[in-house]
């Protein structure tokens, strides 16, 4: 199970950063590093920060884009600093590991880190299904990466050690690949009935990704939903 959690960087200026975290990793039992467009990897500060996590970094998957490190989750966290202008679901730790692990069980989970200058920017932040901040001081709130990264594996450790009730349900939910599928088609059926303003589009389809990620969707509810979009589509061709 611990095999299904990621653990994404994205953008990462400094190559001990990448060590450092991948140390962190190792330390709480986790092994699924993916490294979204590293300005500087491989690199030997990177593994003498690992010190002895080096086969973290030897098997990181280096990605273009966070779509591609993200592919085939059931369940994305995005780790922010600061809270934002558009309040996006937020949990705690505790809660964002506890949520992980019961989902880890059946399909990839991620955790995503941002830029050591700048975060992640709102539209990584979009394909998230919820923030998790790490409380500390308010006034003085960015921890280094790897430190976040050390505390939210620790939460994830801890949440492997106590066993998890399972639903026994058999639905499925749908993955963010399939979710982007769902708000594209979303977008696109939003213009053709001039719901939506291409020009103008505003907090309208960021509003709505934080609608439908905060209802975890299953891949039949999306079915049904993107039913309802071509049927949308038919009609107002009409
Ligand atoms: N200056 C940046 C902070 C970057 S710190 C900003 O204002 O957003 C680098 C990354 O570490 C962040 O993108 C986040 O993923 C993680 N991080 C740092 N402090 C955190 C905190 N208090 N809670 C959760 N994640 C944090």
């Known amino acids: 199970m611990q095999t299904n959690i990621r653990i994404v ?6 190559p001990g950063n990448i060590g450092a975290a991948a140390r962190a990793m190792k330390n709480m039992g986790l092994s699924k590093l993916f490294l979204v467009e590293p300005a500087r990897f491989p690199h030997a500060d990177a593994t003498a920060r690992a010190s002895g996590a080096d086969d973290l970094l030897q098997n990181a998957e280096v990605c273009d884009s966070l779509e591609q490190a993200i592919e085939g989750c059931g369940l994305v ?11 996006w679901p937020l949990v705690e730790p505790r809660e964002m590991a506890s949520q992980l ?7 990839p989970v991620a955790i995503v880190f941002g830029r050591e200058h700048s975060g992640l920017t709102n539209a990584e932040l979009a394909i998230c299904n919820a923030l998790v901040h790490i409380p500390c001081n308010e006034s003085f709130s960015s921890l280094n990466i790897a430190a976040a990264v050390q505390v939210l594996c620790y939460e994830v450790n801890m949440a492997v050690g106590t066993p998890v009730l399972e639903a026994d349900d058999d639905s499925e939910i749908a993955t963010s690949d399939e979710l982007e599928r769902f708000h594209e088609h979303l977008e696109k ?3 053709d009935i001039d719901f939506l303003n291409p ?19 299953e891949q039949t509810e999306v079915n049904i939903l993107r039913g309802i979009l071509t049927a949308t589509q038919k009609f107002g061709r009409k």
Request: charged share 30%; glycine share 2%.
């Open 9 to 14: 960087l994205v953008n990462t200026s400094h």
């Open 77 to 87: 966290f995005g780790a922010s600093a600061r809270l934002r202008s558009l309040p």
């Open 101 to 107: 692990v019961s989902e880890a069980a059946k399909l």
């Open 189 to 191: 059926t939003l213009v």
């Open 199 to 217: 020009d103008k589009p505003r907090f309208l389809l960021r509003r709505l990704r934080r609608l439908y990620n905060r209802a975890r969707l």
